[in-house]
Structures are given as C-alpha cells and as structure tokens.
C-alpha cells in the first residue's frame, strides 16, 4: 500500500502523542519548590519520517529556521537519516559543509543586525561554494526578523 506506512490498510498512521511537558523544582533559596513547566523546542515530525527511510533515503538534508514565542532564533539541521541538531549560532547543509563550518566560524558575530547578517551570510557562502566542486549556481539567502522575512538571490559561479 501506499501512504505514511502502518501495517495493512495503506492509510495514514495516527500522529505520534505530544511530548510529555517536564517539570523541574527551583530549590534556588531551599524555600517552598515551584514546579516549573519545561516546554521543549517546537520540531516537525520530520526527524521521524527521515529515519523511517534510512535504509533508502530521500537525499536531503532540512534546515529549520524561525523565531519561537520570544522572537528569539531557533535552528536545527538535520542529516539523511533524521538526526537533529539545534544551535544558537548557525546551523550547515549541503555539499560544502566542512568550508562552511570553517567559514561560519571564523565570520560570525552574535547580535548582528540583518544587513550585517546578510553580508556575512553572503560571503561565507560564496567563499565556501568558490573551493567545492560539486556546489555553486548561486543561493538564495532568507534572513528573518520579527519584522518579516527578507529573501535574496546570490548569484556564484556557473561553471
């Protein structure tokens, strides 16, 4: 059959319960604990279905970027089979990850205003594709904000 899987039927399986709210006790002055609530980061459910097919893989590697409730960042890639890593810095993908590990390292700064971000982003992208020979064509640079989403075309080498 075909569909999310499941034995027989071919249907959808039933999506997976939510994940459990934990709870920690703040003994900071050993006064009377208050339970606080632990809500873990939002994540599709798309480490699930990688890792179902990790025997034959569908040949991506996703990045998920946005803000959360506190318009803060929230990053997290993932490779073939599904496994997620979360950041607060930045997050890699694609064929020239190693140049642009060493690229994003080096370059950049935390805080940066979205004009500084984008630059920063444009160059570690270029100067990484430029010494890969499998990459290049160019990229399109999302940078977002609170206010909105600003989206950029860069053109790399075509050869």
């Known amino acids: 059959g075909c569909g999310w899987g499941g034995a027989g039927g071919g249907g959808r399986a039933p999506p997976p319960p939510p994940p459990p709210t934990l709870t ?3 003994n ?7 339970p606080r609530q632990l809500n873990p980061p939002p994540l599709p459910p ?15 590697e ?10 803060e960042p929230f990053l997290s890639a993932m490779d073939l089979i ?4 979360m950041t607060k810095d930045f997050v890699v993908s694609g064929t020239c990850t190693a140049n642009l590990n ?7 700064r935390p805080d940066m ?25 160019g990229a399109m640079v999302h940078v977002i904000t609170p206010e909105g989403t600003t989206s950029r075309r860069l053109k790399g080498r075509q050869d």
């Open 24 to 26: 920690h006790n703040n």
């Open 28 to 34: 900071d002055n050993n006064d009377n604990p208050l």
């Open 46 to 60: 798309l480490p699930s279905v990688l890792y179902e097919k990790r025997f034959g893989p569908y040949f991506t």
């Open 62 to 71: 996703p990045v998920v970027a946005g803000l959360n409730e506190k318009n």
């Open 82 to 85: 599904g496994a997620p890593v």
């Open 102 to 108: 060493g690229m994003c390292e080096t370059m950049y």
């Open 113 to 137: 205003e979205p004009d500084d971000l984008f630059e920063t982003i444009s160059q570690c992208l270029l100067a990484s594709v430029d010494r890969d020979a499998l990459s290049g064509w």
